[in-house]
């Protein structure tokens, strides 16, 4: 191994700046991993760091070059430009670059990415290479091959041809290039690539860092390899423990010094003001040391040398007791890529639209789609510029790849305050729906058929306290609802709970169940993004609603979808009205509760009807006007002149519970808006 890399060094290899010449201290080899997206105004510290621009978060660490991540390199060609402008003061410069299109588009292709970067080199000669990000895990994934590689490089043009390619690998990976292991296709995508991104994750793999550099050495000798330091142990959910830190920061530098490898990038996207200040100073006491000649101040205080390096130990468990951190906002995030999960390619599926679903075109789901790229961008930028004491609760569905994106995106953005809630308690038995008053039977009849397969699972605790809130709300409310669609809201929502308790205990977090705050959001808005906070919220003893946030969501109502949301108005009783306009300009309004329980009873809003034709719809089939139609069951509501309008709980408890659309045709958006403000609110 050591041959190998003295051959390296001696042809010039793996020390080369961009425009060719060697690199002379250990500082020329640093980067920093820039994440636009994350940027907020105004000046930062080593405490804000990750709220920092590109170029100020370059300046924080004292390094001179500048990998530009997060959404890659923007579709828009002023937002790149203006982005390039930002950081032109760096010495080296690599742009992560992504598929041409958005969701429903053949996965990569990128000329459009390209000629952006032919376009930029011409100007700007520090533009050495792009960045292929995550290949070996969601790229292997989802197809990518070498193939893909060699197109990209056949497009590189003019100065762009001097653009080298990089990819990023994950050491957990490698273990598909052991020999008699099947490598999906990897190592002929390493063979093309011009330089490999070694990450790590785990900090728990830090101690095999030279190993598994080692690794790829044995396999591709003359390929150029950069390390990735992560700062916080993303796999582990924790900081990074100190000892780890300084164990890859100076093996990394012994490396470096042997020419064994080419960089050295600094990822960190969450702040830890303390890894960050002994990570700038370490730079500060190395930066100038010239390549091939350690100094012999490596043991300065605050810094390991390598050969204190085998007192970190693979058993290591420092993450057993994470430090406390109060939680003042949470945000319960549902089901965010429902309408790309079903693409088939560049289609969406059948069943989805005429003739399979009458009323409903191609163009409706597709829309929706849309409407759903957008919203993903909107919550990574959220999970971005998430404050210190406040946590993300995700609810994934599926394994498709935006869902897995958005999953690995939240991780490495919030670390341990990201908390992903997986499974659900599942329904009870279909045939309980057919017995009389199956209620009053699950309450009273352990003998019941499929009653112990059910509650398994379920904490005798919790199974006592769901058994008297269902008898307290049947004593308030009446026995008179579905019990397998109800069952699956409240032993889930119970379960989830204690899910969520469960990991913040682990991961050494607390709120304090009077004064947090919350945000609900997801797909689709008046469906699972409602229905599953509404009796979490007091399952979790929170005292305050949980906010519906329809900007931060998708609705299938084709007239919300291309319309306009306007506002969200508390009315009490924890009654939110929600206001658009629709594509015709007409205002539209929806009535919701911010959280319920089963005990609570059904609120009606009652709106005047006179000075304006109201339609009542609902989100079926992507909009179906319910009232006024030829015998409508909603009729009976119409009382006094007045439309009597149930206000949505979301809990699947039947009666007049629903999602209920009033569209006012004939009134302007603002007397609309007081006429609904204003409705009265019944029992």
Request: contains cysteine; aromatic residues 8%; glycine residues 8%.
């Amino acid at each position: 191994m050591e041959v190998s890399s003295t051959c390296r060094a001696a042809n010039g290899e793996g020390t080369q700046t961009s425009q060719g010449s060697q690199s002379k201290v250990v500082r020329d080899l640093l980067w920093i991993w820039g994440n636009p997206e994350m940027a907020s105004p105004g000046k930062h510290s080593l405490a804000t760091y990750a709220q920092a621009g590109p170029a100020e978060r370059a300046r924080l660490l004292g390094v001179p070059n500048i990998v530009m991540t997060g959404f890659g390199l923007p579709k828009d060609d002023d937002v790149a430009d203006r982005l390039m402008r930002s950081v032109t003061d760096s010495n080296r410069l690599v742009w992560q670059i992504t598929t041409d299109g958005e969701l429903g588009v053949t996965p990569f292709v990128y000329q459009h990415s390209i000629s952006q970067i032919n376009r930029l080199a011409e100007e700007n000669r520090q533009i050495e290479a792009i960045l292929l990000n995550d290949l070996s895990t969601i790229g292997l994934r989802h197809g990518f091959k070498s193939k893909h590689i060699h197109g990209i490089r056949q497009l590189l043009k003019g100065p762009g041809r001097e653009v080298k390619i990089w990819g990023r690998v994950y050491v957990s990976s490698l273990a598909f290039l052991l020999d008699g292991a099947s490598d999906y296709g990897l190592g002929d995508i390493i063979k093309q690539l011009d330089a490999v991104v070694l990450a790590t994750w785990d900090a728990k793999d830090v101690v095999d860092l030279e190993a598994n550099l080692a690794h790829l050495e044995r396999l591709y000798a003359k390929k150029r390899i950069v390390i990735s330091l992560d700062l916080y142990d993303y796999g582990g959910q924790r900081r990074m423990p100190q000892e780890l830190l300084e164990l890859q920061c100076e093996t990394a530098l012994r490396l470096a010094h042997a020419g064994r490898i080419d960089g050295i990038v600094f990822t960190p996207v969450i702040n830890d003001p303390q890894a960050m200040a002994w990570t700038t100073q370490w730079i500060k006491r190395v930066g100038d040391q010239k390549l091939g000649s350690p100094e012999v101040g490596a043991r300065e205080k605050g810094a390991t040398s390598g050969s204190d390096t085998p007192r970190v130990k693979r058993s290591s468990k420092s993450n057993s007791n994470p430090e406390p951190l109060t939680i003042n906002k949470l945000y319960f995030m549902y089901h965010p890529v429902c309408w790309s999960m079903g693409m088939n390619g560049n289609e969406p599926p059948a069943h989805a639209y005429e003739p399979a679903l009458p009323g409903v075109s191609k163009q409706d789901y597709m829309n929706t789609l849309q409407r759903e790229v957008l919203t993903v961008r909107r919550q990574q930028q959220l999970m971005s510029r998430l404050k210190f004491d406040e946590a993300l609760i995700l609810f994934p569905i599926s394994e498709n790849k935006t869902m897995q994106d958005l999953e690995q995106y939240a991780t490495r953005a919030l670390g341990r305050r990201c908390i992903i809630v997986r499974g659900v308690h599942g329904s009870p038995p279909a045939a309980w729906a057919e017995l009389s008053n199956p209620l009053e039977r699950f309450l009273n009849d352990d003998n019941l058929e499929g009653k112990a397969e059910y509650l398994k699972g379920v904490p005798p605790q919790i199974r006592a306290e769901l058994e008297t809130e269902i008898r307290q709300a049947c004593q308030m409310r009446g026995c008179d609802w579905p019990i397998v669609s109800a069952f699956d809201v409240i032993f889930t929502s119970r379960m989830w709970a204690l899910q969520i308790e469960n990991e913040f205990r682990k991961r050494g977090l607390s709120y304090d169940p009077a004064i947090v705050k919350s945000v609900a959001y997801g797909e689709g808005f008046e469906q699972c993004a409602t229905t599953w906070k509404a009796m979490l919220i007091p399952y979790l003893g929170l005292a305050l609603p949980a906010e519906g946030d329809y900007r931060l969501s998708v609705s299938g109502a084709r007239f919300l979808t291309q319309g306009e949301f306007k506002e969200q108005i508390k009315l009490g009783r924890n009654i939110r009205l929600f206001l658009w306009t629709d594509p015709r300009g007409r205002p539209v309004g929806l009535y919701m509760r911010s959280r319920c329980q089963l005990k609570d009873p059904q609120f009606y809003a009652h709106v005047p009807l006179e000075g304006m034709s109201l339609e009542i719809w609902s989100v079926s089939s992507y909009g179906t006007k319910l009232w006024p139609t030829e015998d409508s069951r909603l009729d009976k509501w119409v009382q006094d002149r007045h439309m009597k309008v149930p206000v949505y709980n979301g809990i699947r408890k039947g009666g007049d519970d629903g999602s209920y659309y009033l569209i006012g045709n004939g009134i302007s958006f603002d007397d609309f808006r007081v006429r609904l403000v204003q409705a009265l609110i019944s029992e």
